[in-house]
């Protein structure tokens, strides 16, 4: 059933007995203003009218028509909230100078509700905010208490605590009550009573008020249909969402310029998407010609929208019970989704009750679950669950939760918990649990709670943006508000808690006695000690003929001590081709340079040439830089560039886009001033990387150099 809408009429007291005291008619207002924010950030329907008592003029439907009622006025309809009512009450509520009766603001009240929703399916409210310092006529109070009746309307009286004859509960500039507030008092809780009106204090509607609730969601079925057992048994049920993930509202997209402009508007953008080619054109293709496409290994398949259509599973609206199994083998660990639903049998059908009823005990006296197939509408995702019985005194019900499937598992193994401890230890880890139960907490009567229940928990990310987004809105110049403490508390251990474990906290340190276990200096653990890094490092400004050469002849190429004396390394993988070939380089027990020139050339080739469209070019493109780093490093210029030129005659024809990364990327020649030896000069190197490049770059005639004449041209 759909929740109905409230029309709320808040009688807001003004005048000299509430506005004596500013604190007092500034709470009065706070809180209103809550009440308003609470309905625009939750996008209720809700109706607020405001009349205010005690205002210097008298402007009210009671008045016009017949005269009394004077210093009462109505200022806001029956309407939805808006930011303009918000505003309004931030600027324009100013204390009246002559007071206003408060029965008669009741009975104005009341004339509005029965005008205003006269036809209308809602629950009427009226909401007086004062401190009772205003008159109050006892005149007829037993014909108001009637209308209230008549009109089915709830009375709600915020500012002194009626339910209490202290004054503890009063603002703390309030002192003690003045003689008028004491009547006053007294003649609104006889009205409170028995009109079966509630009153609560400013500073607890103000504690209440002060977080955000979401959009009431009206309670809407999930499934209708029959729970099936077997071919013969059915039982009408209805499934309603009991527990749903809430997520945080998304952002719109203004305009900026917009909202700079002297006439904003709507500040709204429309997102326009095109298509297009990954080409040098970038040619843009419509939408209606394009098709979706699975990867299949390194071919991507295309599927047409007749593929799809034929593609989905088909099924029918069902909730098929597939057998019983023991409570324990739903397992809390394997239950799935973000959401948990309720059956329960259909309205009005009293023999599908009885069946449920008897379902719902017969399984919970056998300790057994039913594992059902449920699929919610026509051609959903079929969904594989169990319905747990859950018996309460007012309802029974069953509450379905998905399992999982093989794919949705996660298969890990951990390393065994198996170890000795001693009688003391368990103990003292049986008291910590004991006292740090959340069920047997004690307030300050004495009374036990359990504490950081859920359904009392509010969202910390949910209301601190609703506060972030109220102080940008009102004062949009100020900062952000830090953190509530109220919601920085749900976050935290609660005070009690903690007073309550720390010996069994001091207890558990000393019988699990730990050790400070200082780590192995890293240059220790890799051999940094015997070997010393100027011994293994490569001396770049140096001539080529005079490096530094130990091992088998080659320098350290860019690695650490790590990477020296890491597991032998004897193959560049596609993987990781870059790391695997420095640590061919860097092998201390065999020379393989040859090799790992070879291996990285024909790696560049392999990753252009199995790459789907530029997949794999970006890992492409850092092989050939690390072989052109190398190359320079050991002074083989040569070597590198032949296999550029190859690269270059493969890939730069066609519209094949790696040439293209390639001279984007500034990859050239090395020429002589790089590495002396070069017969490349740095005119050529810069000229190569251009489409016009003659074949005079060339210095000697274009032989095809193949990746295997590597390791000759390096001996």
Known sequence: MASQKD???????V????????????????????????RLFSQSKDEVALVLLGTNDTDNALANAGGGYECISTVRSLAPCDWKFLQYLEDKIVPGNTSADLVDGLVVAMDILARETQGKKCNRRVLMITNAASPCGKDQLDTIVQGF??????????????????????????????????????????????????SVSFQNAIEVLSFFKKRQTKQTSTFRGCIEIGKQLKINVWSYLRVKS???????????????SAQPGSMKVVMDRSYHLNDEDETEVDKSVLAKGFRF????????????????????????????????????????????????????????????????????????????????????????????????????????????????????????????????????????ITNMDLANQTDEDGDTYEALQSKHMLNPVLQHMFQCIQ?????????????DGVLRAYLE???????????????????????????????????????????LALDIDAPAAKRTNTGGGQAAIGVTMAELTADSVEEVGTVEPVKNFRAMLNRRDVDLSGK????????????????????????????????????????????????????????????????????????????????????VSPLQAGQFIDDTEQQSVHATPDDDVDADDFADMLD
């Not at 029309?7 to 007291?13: E, G, I, M, S, T």
């Not at 069994?504 to 400070?516: G, N, P």
């Open 297 to 432: 290994g390194k071919t991507i398949v295309p599927m047409l929208k007749i593929d799809e259509q034929a593609m989905k599973f088909t099924s029918t609206k069902s909730m098929k019970v597939l057998g019983f199994t023991s409570a324990d083998n739903a397992k809390i660990q394997n239950r799935l989704g973000d959401s948990v639903t309720v059956v329960v049998p259909a309205p009005d059908d009293q023999p599908a009750a009885i069946a449920l009823s008897a379902l719902i005990h017969a399984l919970a006296e056998t300790d057994k679950v039913a594992v059902v197939r449920y699929v919610a509408r026509a051609n959903s995702a079929p969904k594989i669950g169990v319905c747990i019985p859950h018996i309460k005194p007012l309802y029974e019900c069953l509450i379905f939760t998905a399992m999982p499937f093989l794919e949705d598992l996660r298969q890990y193994t951990f390393a065994s918990l198996c170890q000795e401890v001693s009688t003391d230890q368990e103990a003292a880890m049986d008291s910590l």
């Open 596 to 679: 790992a020139f070879t291996q990285m050339a024909a790696m560049v080739v392999k990753l252009v040439q199995d790459s789907i469209s530029d997949q794999f070019f970006r890992k492409a493109l850092d092989c050939l830089q690390e072989l052109r780093s190398a190359s320079v490093k050991l002074a083989e210029a040569a070597v590198f560039n032949d296999h550029l030129r190859s690269v270059k005659q493969d890939f730069a024809t066609g519209n094949n886009s790696f040439w293209s990364l390639v001279r984007s990327s500034k990859v050239t020649l090395i020429s002589r001033d790089e590495v002396s030896d070069s017969n």
């Open 149 to 198: 009746g008549q009109l089915d309307c709830q009375l709600q009286i915020v500012g002194p605590d009626l339910d209490d004859d202290d004054e503890g509960d009063q603002p703390p500039a309030a002192g003690k009550k003045r003689p008028e507030q004491v009547e006053g008092e007294a003649v609104l809780k006889q009205i409170l009573q028995q009109a079966s009106g509630e």
């Open 471 to 483: 102080r940008r809105a009102l004062s949009p110049d100020e900062g952000l508000p830090e953190l």
């Open 15 to 38: 005048g000299p007995g509430m506005s004596d005291d500013m604190d007092t008619l500034n709470l009065g207002v706070k809180v209103l203003n809550m009440v308003v924010q609470q």
């Open 246 to 260: 809430v997520k945080p509202s998304s952002f719109k997209r203004l305009s900026a310029v917009s909202q700079a």
């Open 7 to 13: 029309a709320v009429v808040v009688c807001l007291d």
């Open 493 to 535: 251990q609660p005070e009690q808690v903690t007073a309550s474990c720390s010996a069994d906290l001091q207890r558990l340190k000393e019988l699990f006695k730990l050790e400070v276990v200082e780590k192995k200096r890293k240059h220790d653990k890799d051999g940094g000690g015997v070997w010393q890094e100027s011994d």
